[in-house]
């Protein structure tokens, strides 16, 4: 590849950008420009986010105004390749999110009669290694769900499709017609047309310089904007302001973990590739984007150079290119296209761009301050995104909710401590960025941004070989090394960029590599004899990540009558209920367990307060969610109730198996027998004359006990529960084991088979719905047992011993009725296991002998096995383990 740059940009239709709105000259020359006082909603940036927003609100009808600092477009939008793909990742929310955004640009110019420069060019992406095939191949069964038209080809045919490649270096292809290439100044124009039909106004010229934010009782609401053309009063800012979206929070006193770094693409001369599709080499961290008779040509570096903030000045602006960073990408390209060798580069592009740790928009409103919301944060990935989370954005600000689960994008999914460190924002946003174009194996994990959060046995459970896994910034123990070995987690090294020394002889990282397979684990017999061990013995688990809180105050009860669906108010004290909570939609928005108390004796697991009290213990992946959800509510009713997260203070050892029993009547006096402490009671005992608060809980389907206890005597009585467990022969267990047990055992993990866009009946819930008194969500709960559900989560388990990792296709019938939300290894059945929503292919009312009558099969990777289907989990269907009852 020739390096002739001329610095001069690939030309772009700018003909239809506007030029500034209406207002008058002051003395010094600068334009007053006119602005409404108030809008229902104020959106900061005038970019693909912000405009995708700005039209899907224009068509809700909302009175929206739009404000850039300088133009529209003139952020990172003008430069963008521009790259609308259907298949990056097997998830569903993505390619749903993709397909959204493809629709919304290909009816544009039906709708507003615009051009709003959709190319429809199709895509191709390379394979280099078995492994990548076989990720196509999952990708292949799963985009069948969602009716995106792709196949396998083979490298010669896929030099028929593009005739400049060398098929003699990679294995297969992906062909995916539907994909395509979207001009930003166009589409920009299309929408924002459309949007100014319908009311909205976009004001250019008029940077935000001031939040309006009220702080009532530590929780800030959002009541405008300043500007140094006035106040815009509103309820509503959506922060769309690109790489500029994090001085945005700031003004509101925010931080949000989004890094600015820069992105960059090269323009090739003109080359024979008019009307070819676009490539995307993953292996060799390249994409390829057909421009008219040129080449654009960028990718995902080791080493990006990350900017401190994105400077404020900046309006189509582009930074020179750094050839020290891009150079990785020369030879790769050449690989790929060997005429490169000979092409001269036209031009370079190189832009600021924000980026996340996670590779993911932030979206949502921010739980600390109402009203105020973002989408931003798009990771070189806005175009192909801006439509479909535009959607989903305007939804949530109309209706409280987005459509869709949009928790991985929301920006409640990282807890404050992410969120404000800088640190950690850093590093894993780079490690995001660098492995963007990675395979995603089932169980990988990460190595940046680790040992953020942990608990009071992580350094004990380390010392026992536990391989930590970190979920919402907390350490738990995965699995655990036999043998008496330990890995602990080194410091992120940047893969030994930015001056940093590259780590050596890093154990945790090499346990990662022998994962990365879409077979089973070769670690699986470990985590067998875990899993097992607890069915037949007994286990200890550490679940201290879990969200505990304390709900009280003169309307706690009133809270939590409107707040959970389950009768948890008015009952026993100490009982624990399973409850689901749900959005206005009926869809569930997160699961817990609630405890009536009585005011104790001070402590924190017997704490004192005035009145009756609730503890909600929810899964540590949601337990912030629930939280801003639980708050919010209260907030949104104007309830006396207050919520104290004690999640910190208190340790969770969970005690479970045939066994467990007898274990802990080695520890406590109290008598632990079925009449005393039945299942789902609570009790304060003493071990070890530390008070601790034992629950009688199982999320494995055992006899078991969950040990609540302050973090000052979690040492204790671990070791206390380690020497009595020790002639029980008891086995240290982690989460990949007790997802496989709760799995077989048919209990919900929400964020896979429980989602906001599930309700309780069709998750077949419906036992812990109330059927008297209010609570949020019941009329649609009411209505879908009165007028039956479109889909229904059933079990399915495969006789054959083939892995199942979820988004699997289910067939019924030999007709495609769903996909695998969930997948495990189920140990107990010596199969793999899967939960799925089916839904009838007519679109009618999924009934039970729809269900019962079919013959099912799961498509893994093309091939489709036997599956039997059960409604309700067949392991100990009326539920004997739990009580202690294990004999036949
Ligand atoms: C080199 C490169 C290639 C890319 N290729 C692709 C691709 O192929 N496909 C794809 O999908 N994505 C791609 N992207 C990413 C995509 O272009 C971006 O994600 C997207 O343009 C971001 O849009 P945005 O609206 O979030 O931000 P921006 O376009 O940056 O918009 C933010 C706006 O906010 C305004 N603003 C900032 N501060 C204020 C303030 N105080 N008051 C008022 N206004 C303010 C700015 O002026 C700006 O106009 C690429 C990015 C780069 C850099």
């Given at each position: 590849m020739l390096r002739v740059v001329t610095n001069k940009l690939p030309q772009r239709s700018f003909r239809n950008i506007r030029t500034l709105g209406t207002g008058t000259f002051n003395g010094d020359g600068k334009k007053n420009i006119d602005i409404p006082s108030s809008a229902d909603v104020v959106i900061i940036g005038g970019g693909s986010a912000g405009c995708n927003a700005l039209y899907q609100l224009g068509k809700r009808g909302v009175n929206t105004v739009l404000l850039d600092?300088?133009?529209?477009?003139?952020?990172?939008?003008?430069?963008?390749?521009?790259l609308v793909w259907c298949l990056r990742n097997v998830c569903d929310i993505e390619m749903e999110l993709l397909k959204a955004s493809r629709l919304i640009y290909a009816s544009l110019q039906e709708e507003t009669n615009i051009n709003p420069g959709w190319i429809n060019n199709g895509g191709l992406l390379i394979a280099r290694s078995s492994e990548r095939v076989v990720e196509y191949e999952r990708l292949m069964t799963a985009c069948k769900n969602f009716g995106i038209d792709a196949r396998i080809i083979t490298p010669s045919e896929t030099k028929e499709k593009f005739p400049l490649i060398n098929d003699g270096t990679f294995l297969a292809a992906i062909h995916s017609p539907a994909d395509g290439t979207i001009d930003p100044a166009m589409m920009v124009n299309a929408l924002t047309k459309s949007a100014e039909k319908k009311g909205c106004k976009i004001i250019e010229d008029c940077p935000v310089t001031k939040l309006l934010v009220e702080d009532i009782d530590g929780q800030k609401i959002v009541h405008g904007v300043e500007t140094p053309h006035g106040i815009i009063k509103t309820n509503v800012v959506l922060n769309a302001a690109g790489a500029w979206s994090k001085t945005i929070a700031q003004m509101a006193g925010l931080d949000i973990p989004l890094i600015p770094m820069k992105h960059a693409y090269v323009v090739t001369e003109p080359m024979d590739v008019r009307g070819l599709p676009n490539i995307r080499d993953p292996d060799l961290n390249l994409y390829f984007r057909v421009q008219g008779g040129t080449l654009s040509i960028g990718g995902y570096e080791p080493n990006p150079i990350i900017l401190k903030f994105a400077p404020e000045d900046f309006s189509f602006s582009l930074y020179e290119l750094d050839w020290d960073v891009f150079n990785t990408h020369v030879e790769a390209m050449n690989q790929l296209i060997p005429t490169l060798a000979t092409t001269g580069i036209r031009t370079t592009v190189c832009g600021p761009e924000s980026f996340t740790p996670d590779h993911r928009p932030l979206m949502g409103e921010d739980p600390r301050c109402t009203g105020f919301y973002y989408s931003c944060g798009y990771n070189s990935a806005g175009m192909m995104f801006g439509g479909g989370c535009g959607e989903q954005i305007a939804s949530w600000i109309v209706n409280g909710r987005p459509e869709k689960h949009m928790f991985n994008y929301d920006i409640r999914r990282y807890i404050p401590e992410q969120r404000k460190n800088l640190v950690w924002s850093n590093e894993r946003s780079h490690e995001a960025y660098a492995r963007n174009y990675e395979i995603r194996f089932p169980h990988d994990e990460h190595l940046s941004g680790r040992n953020l959060k942990i608990d009071p046995f992580h350094d004990l459970l380390m010392k026992e070989g536990a391989v930590m896994e970190e979920r919402q910034g907390w350490e738990r123990p995965g699995w655990f090394l036999p043998d008496n070995k330990t890995t602990r987690i080194l410091p992120y090294d940047y893969g030994g960029y930015y001056d940093t020394p590259k780590n050596m002889n890093d154990a945790y990282a090499d346990i990662l590599k022998a994962e990365r397979t879409f077979n089973f684990s070769p670690y699986d017999d470990i985590i067998r004899e875990e899993a097992l061990s607890c069915r037949n013995n007994v286990g200890l688990f550490d679940m201290s990540y879990f969200g505990k809180y304390y709900i009280c105050g003169p309307d706690a009860s009133t809270a939590v009558d409107y707040i959970f669906t389950a009768q948890v108010n008015n009952r026993e004290i100490n009982r624990t209920v399973y409850t689901c909570m749900l959005n206005k939609n009926g869809g569930v928005e997160g699961d817990c367990t609630v405890t009536g108390l009585e005011s104790g004796?001070?402590?924190?697991?017997?704490p004192i307060f005035k009145g009756k009290a609730f503890y909600i213990v929810s899964g540590g992946m949601s337990s912030y969610h629930t939280w801003a959800h639980v708050t919010k509510v209260i907030r949104e009713k104007n309830l006396h109730a207050s919520v104290h997260n004690v999640t910190e203070q208190i340790g969770i050892l969970s005690i479970q198996g045939p066994n467990s029993r007898e274990v802990l009547r080695m520890l406590v006096e109290d008598d632990l027998s079925n009449n005393s402490l039945p299942f789902s009671t609570s009790k304060l005992v003493k071990i070890d004359n530390e008070l601790v608060h034992m629950f009688r809980l199982s999320f494995v389907g055992e006899l078991g006990y969950e040990l609540h206890i302050p973090r000052s005597s979690c040492e204790k009585v671990y070791k206390a529960v380690m020497e009595c467990g020790r002639k029980y022969d008891i086995k240290l267990a982690g989460y990949r084991a007790l997802y496989s047990l709760s799995c077989e055992k048919g209990y919900h993990l929400w964020g896979t088979d429980?989602?906001?866009?599930?309700?309780p009946i069709e998750a077949g819930l419906g036992f812990v719905c109330r059927t008297s008194g209010q609570y949020q969500g019941r009329e649609f709960v009411e209505e879908s047992r009165k007028n039956g559900i479109k889909k229904r989560l059933v079990h399915l388990h495969t006789p054959d011993d083939i892995p199942l990792w979820g988004m699997e296709s289910v067939y019924r019938n030999g007709q495609l009725v769903g996909y695998l939300r969930r997948a495990e290894h189920g140990y107990t059945f010596k199969s793999s296991i899967g939960q799925a929503y089916i839904t009838a292919p007519n679109g009618q009312n999924i009934t039970r002998e729809f269900l019962e009558t079919g013959t099912y099969q799961i498509e893994v990777m093309g091939k489709r096995y036997p599956a039997k289907m059960y409604?309700?989990?067949?392991?100990?269907p009326h539920n004997k383990r739990l009580s202690g009852v294990y004999t036949i």
């Amino acid at each position: 590849m020739l390096r002739v740059v001329t610095n001069k940009l690939p030309q772009r239709s700018f003909r239809n950008i506007r030029t500034l709105g209406t207002g008058t000259f002051n003395g010094d020359g600068k334009k007053n420009i006119d602005i409404p006082s108030s809008a229902d909603v104020v959106i900061i940036g005038g970019g693909s986010a912000g405009c995708n927003a700005l039209y899907q609100l224009g068509k809700r009808g909302v009175n929206t105004v739009l404000l850039d600092k300088s133009k529209l477009i003139s952020g990172t939008t003008w430069h963008t390749a521009g790259l609308v793909w259907c298949l990056r990742n097997v998830c569903d929310i993505e390619m749903e999110l993709l397909k959204a955004s493809r629709l919304i640009y290909a009816s544009l110019q039906e709708e507003t009669n615009i051009n709003p420069g959709w190319i429809n060019n199709g895509g191709l992406l390379i394979a280099r290694s078995s492994e990548r095939v076989v990720e196509y191949e999952r990708l292949m069964t799963a985009c069948k769900n969602f009716g995106i038209d792709a196949r396998i080809i083979t490298p010669s045919e896929t030099k028929e499709k593009f005739p400049l490649i060398n098929d003699g270096t990679f294995l297969a292809a992906i062909h995916s017609p539907a994909d395509g290439t979207i001009d930003p100044a166009m589409m920009v124009n299309a929408l924002t047309k459309s949007a100014e039909k319908k009311g909205c106004k976009i004001i250019e010229d008029c940077p935000v310089t001031k939040l309006l934010v009220e702080d009532i009782d530590g929780q800030k609401i959002v009541h405008g904007v300043e500007t140094p053309h006035g106040i815009i009063k509103t309820n509503v800012v959506l922060n769309a302001a690109g790489a500029w979206s994090k001085t945005i929070a700031q003004m509101a006193g925010l931080d949000i973990p989004l890094i600015p770094m820069k992105h960059a693409y090269v323009v090739t001369e003109p080359m024979d590739v008019r009307g070819l599709p676009n490539i995307r080499d993953p292996d060799l961290n390249l994409y390829f984007r057909v421009q008219g008779g040129t080449l654009s040509i960028g990718g995902y570096e080791p080493n990006p150079i990350i900017l401190k903030f994105a400077p404020e000045d900046f309006s189509f602006s582009l930074y020179e290119l750094d050839w020290d960073v891009f150079n990785t990408h020369v030879e790769a390209m050449n690989q790929l296209i060997p005429t490169l060798a000979t092409t001269g580069i036209r031009t370079t592009v190189c832009g600021p761009e924000s980026f996340t740790p996670d590779h993911r928009p932030l979206m949502g409103e921010d739980p600390r301050c109402t009203g105020f919301y973002y989408s931003c944060g798009y990771n070189s990935a806005g175009m192909m995104f801006g439509g479909g989370c535009g959607e989903q954005i305007a939804s949530w600000i109309v209706n409280g909710r987005p459509e869709k689960h949009m928790f991985n994008y929301d920006i409640r999914r990282y807890i404050p401590e992410q969120r404000k460190n800088l640190v950690w924002s850093n590093e894993r946003s780079h490690e995001a960025y660098a492995r963007n174009y990675e395979i995603r194996f089932p169980h990988d994990e990460h190595l940046s941004g680790r040992n953020l959060k942990i608990d009071p046995f992580h350094d004990l459970l380390m010392k026992e070989g536990a391989v930590m896994e970190e979920r919402q910034g907390w350490e738990r123990p995965g699995w655990f090394l036999p043998d008496n070995k330990t890995t602990r987690i080194l410091p992120y090294d940047y893969g030994g960029y930015y001056d940093t020394p590259k780590n050596m002889n890093d154990a945790y990282a090499d346990i990662l590599k022998a994962e990365r397979t879409f077979n089973f684990s070769p670690y699986d017999d470990i985590i067998r004899e875990e899993a097992l061990s607890c069915r037949n013995n007994v286990g200890l688990f550490d679940m201290s990540y879990f969200g505990k809180y304390y709900i009280c105050g003169p309307d706690a009860s009133t809270a939590v009558d409107y707040i959970f669906t389950a009768q948890v108010n008015n009952r026993e004290i100490n009982r624990t209920v399973y409850t689901c909570m749900l959005n206005k939609n009926g869809g569930v928005e997160g699961d817990c367990t609630v405890t009536g108390l009585e005011s104790g004796s001070g402590g924190v697991v017997d704490p004192i307060f005035k009145g009756k009290a609730f503890y909600i213990v929810s899964g540590g992946m949601s337990s912030y969610h629930t939280w801003a959800h639980v708050t919010k509510v209260i907030r949104e009713k104007n309830l006396h109730a207050s919520v104290h997260n004690v999640t910190e203070q208190i340790g969770i050892l969970s005690i479970q198996g045939p066994n467990s029993r007898e274990v802990l009547r080695m520890l406590v006096e109290d008598d632990l027998s079925n009449n005393s402490l039945p299942f789902s009671t609570s009790k304060l005992v003493k071990i070890d004359n530390e008070l601790v608060h034992m629950f009688r809980l199982s999320f494995v389907g055992e006899l078991g006990y969950e040990l609540h206890i302050p973090r000052s005597s979690c040492e204790k009585v671990y070791k206390a529960v380690m020497e009595c467990g020790r002639k029980y022969d008891i086995k240290l267990a982690g989460y990949r084991a007790l997802y496989s047990l709760s799995c077989e055992k048919g209990y919900h993990l929400w964020g896979t088979d429980l989602r906001s866009d599930d309700n309780p009946i069709e998750a077949g819930l419906g036992f812990v719905c109330r059927t008297s008194g209010q609570y949020q969500g019941r009329e649609f709960v009411e209505e879908s047992r009165k007028n039956g559900i479109k889909k229904r989560l059933v079990h399915l388990h495969t006789p054959d011993d083939i892995p199942l990792w979820g988004m699997e296709s289910v067939y019924r019938n030999g007709q495609l009725v769903g996909y695998l939300r969930r997948a495990e290894h189920g140990y107990t059945f010596k199969s793999s296991i899967g939960q799925a929503y089916i839904t009838a292919p007519n679109g009618q009312n999924i009934t039970r002998e729809f269900l019962e009558t079919g013959t099912y099969q799961i498509e893994v990777m093309g091939k489709r096995y036997p599956a039997k289907m059960y409604l309700q989990s067949p392991f100990d269907p009326h539920n004997k383990r739990l009580s202690g009852v294990y004999t036949i």
